[in-house]
């Protein structure tokens, strides 16, 4: 009998854990196709869908890290960036971290949504490390030693190396 109600039970834990991203954040909706980062200014009514982001992120979950786009079969921080943006609203953005840096529209900390770029100085030198906010103060980026994850901007290490975040969709 408790075999019977342990294994019922495990087997609602796992249904209930399936295949549901962990996403917060704004509620924002994406109108057109095809935009430059420029087209998609603040006075658009454009926005970020975190579902339909996450969804998108999380197929990359897992993947490997790949320093500076090396090799086919993984990513660097800031092309897993381009490729989530390309994938989820055909916006082509800047290849480099530092010109990421300049793009969008700067974003305190406390008012970080759903698809907004969060960067950091990994290497004591400036921006250097750059990731997307999924919500609840968690980050999704290519990590050097663990490919694509997610991480808390609560961890010490990026706690003490957050720069600032931008917003490219509004």
């Known amino acids: 009998m408790y075999k019977a109600v342990f294994l019922g ?5 796992l249904l209930s854990c399936q295949g549901t991203p962990r996403y917060g954040g704004g509620l924002h909706t994406q109108e057109g196709s095809s935009k430059s980062v420029h087209e998609a200014s603040s006075s658009s009514t454009a ?5 339909e982001m996450g969804r998108i992120i999380d197929r990359y979950l897992g993947q490997p890290y790949a320093g500076k786009g090396e090799t086919v079969e993984g990513f660097d921080c800031s092309e897993f960036i381009l490729s989530v943006y390309l994938e989820y609203a055909s916006i082509h ?21 759903f698809g907004d770029l969060v960067f950091f100085d990994t290497g004591g030198r400036g921006v250097s490390h750059v990731g997307i906010y999924v919500g609840f ?10 490919g694509i994850v997610i991480s808390s901007l609560n961890d010490s ?3 003490k190396r957050y720069l600032g975040g931008r917003r490219i969709i509004e």
């Open 157 to 159: 290490y990026y706690q």
């Open 137 to 146: 103060d968690e980050f999704a980026h290519s990590s050097s030693s663990n």
């Open 93 to 113: 953005l800047p290849r480099t971290v530092e010109k990421l840096w300049k793009t969008g529209k700067r974003v305190d900390k406390g008012d970080l949504f």
């Open 47 to 51: 926005g970020v869908e975190p579902l």
């Open 9 to 13: 039970l495990t087997f609602l834990v």
